[in-house]
């Protein structure tokens, strides 16, 4: 029988999150700095939402009507239903509940403490692999 991967074989580790009174500005800073997506909200070492680009498309946007979006609270406008997944979690059944969800990303968790991140972009890649896995190496390539 195959192995059947996890979770920690297809996140992203992730050591950064944004604390929930960290201003907007500078989540926004720390998401391009580092070229993330998405970013864990914490709260006194415990996860209380993620913060992503869509709320950020969204607050700076030219129709958003807020002023000084910058100074903006983190925790005002993250998203607090955030996935939580184990690290040990089968991937399968994750992302089945990432569609169920209608999310982009779920946040990994190892003992209670932040592990990493398991995005789509994630899933498509590891998709991506085991397509190549499956290949057949004579040269056969469904071409017609």
């Keep these: 029988m195959k192995h059947l991967p996890t979770v920690a074989s297809t996140m992203t580790p992730f050591p950064h999150a944004v604390e929930s009174n960290e201003t907007l500005g500078r989540a926004r800073e720390m998401m391009k700095e580092h070229g993330f997506h998405h970013l864990p909200v914490m709260e006194g070492g415990e996860l209380v939402g993620i913060l992503s680009e869509h709320e950020l498309r969204h607050l700076y946007g030219p129709f958003s009507g807020v002023s000084n979006v910058d100074d903006l609270v983190v925790k005002d406008v ?67």
């Design 78 to 144: 993250c998203n607090t239903r955030v996935l939580a997944v184990d690290i040990h979690d089968r991937l399968a059944p994750v992302l089945a509940m990432m569609v169920e969800n209608r999310t982009n990303a779920a946040v990994v968790m190892r003992m209670g403490k932040l592990a990493g991140i398991l995005t789509a972009r994630d899933a498509m890649r590891r998709f991506a692999e085991v397509l190549e896995a499956l290949r057949p190496t004579s040269g056969d390539d469904d071409a017609a």
